[in-house]
């Protein structure tokens, strides 16, 4: 594949996915997927569950897609010639993010909790194994190419990065983060590179063999009149990557704005180089092979938009076939996504509380010296007491 999208194991929220030809989304308690480049008869297929999806992702051939929901249930399918439901198994907690290997013979699910269990997809009804755990929760799972490298991101802001085939024995650790890291993605045509996004604004490059961080990009810097002029804090929700041209796309939470960076890879620098504004929240992006990047977003009569690159610049298409095909699949499907419509951040409870320990230290001591004089006088007035009555004494 020249294109791949790290956020097709989203969590939480609608989702975006592209593997070849094909094209999945996600809202709610059902997916809809079909082939947006290639005239089909039956061209969607719905799912129904009691609960909504929290992740989902294709495997590296578009030959299976892999999805767990909120009711703890890990659903694999075949995709060729047609799609079939292969399992339903359970999970033993909630996901945030799965993954299926290179080689398509596994699925790594990674759970609230700080587990991560890999799931047989040879095997489909074989029972998960937990591979390693956090002590904090996990909001994303990488695996380098070659499928040797586990790379999870936790709450507490940290990398870690484990031999698969031991996945105790720990690598390293990438630390710098100074609030959740949300998503993490090893560039497929650079594998001992990793790129990592998290709530303290920034895009990271790293070399994650040795934990070294390679360059550093500081989001809130780039859209001045809605970041720099707020106190809110804004997480990066999606990064996708495109090997054409070596763009990464990154979303962030709250912003309707979509950023686009240039990889260089001699100096291993980020470039911006562009970005796109949204007329309404955006959900997902994705790259598709040939370079165009796709936008899902909170809107029912453009739900999808297409942007491929001219001259350097980033322009809308709206002449796609595929364009319309599917976002007239998504427009007669939009009931999938009413329950997400108007939601607020899912990140906001992950940011690290504050305190004002000087308010409470002033407010405290401010206590203690009411106390003291409080003291002082009663003191005081005990002594005067004393004085009055020996007085009396003496004058009797």
Known sequence: MEAAAAAGAGARGPGLALCGALMAASGGSRFLAARYQEPRQDGQLAVKASDDILAFAFSSSGGYFALTDDNKRLVLFRTKPCWECLSVRSVVRRCTALIITAAEDKILVADKSGDVYSYSVTEPQKAGKVELGHLSLLLDVALSPDDQ????????????????????????????????????????????????????????????????????????????????????????????????????????????????????????????????????????????????????????????????????????????????????YLHDNWTMFEGSVGTESCYSSLY????????????????????????????????????????TRESS
């Open 149 to 328: 490298y586990i790379l999870t991101a936790d709450r507490d802001e940290k990398i870690r990065v484990s031999l698969t085939r031991a996945p105790h024995n720990i690598v390293s650790f990438c630390l710098g983060h100074r609030e959740f890291v949300s998503r993490i993605f090893v560039i497929p045509n650079y594998p001992d590179l990793m790129l990592s996004a998290s709530g303290d604004c920034t895009l990271r490059l790293w070399e994650y063999k040795s934990g070294k961080e390679v360059h550093c990009c500081h989001l809130n810097s780039l859209n001045k009149t809605e970041a720099t002029n707020n106190d809110k804090k804004y997480a990066v929700s999606r990064i996708a990557y495109c090997c054409q041209g070596n763009y990464i796309a990154i979303l962030c939470d709250c912003i309707p704005t979509v950023y686009i960076f240039q990889f260089d890879a001699a100096p291993q620098l980020l470039n911006y180089r562009h970005q796109i504004s949204l007329k309404h929240k955006g959900w997902d992006i994705a790259f598709e092979e040939t370079g165009g990047l796709w936008i899902l977003q909170e809107d029912k009569a453009a739900s999808l938009l297409l942007y491929r690159p001219v001259d350097g610049h980033w322009q809308p298409v709206t002449d796609d076939t595929g364009l319309m095909k599917m976002s007239k």
């Open 352 to 391: 690290k509380a504050s305190f004002d320990n000087m308010a409470i230290y002033l407010q405290k001591k401010e206590e203690r010296l009411q106390q003291q004089q409080k003291k002082r006088k009663e003191l005081q007035h005990e002594s005067n007491r004393q004085t009055k009555k020996i007085r």
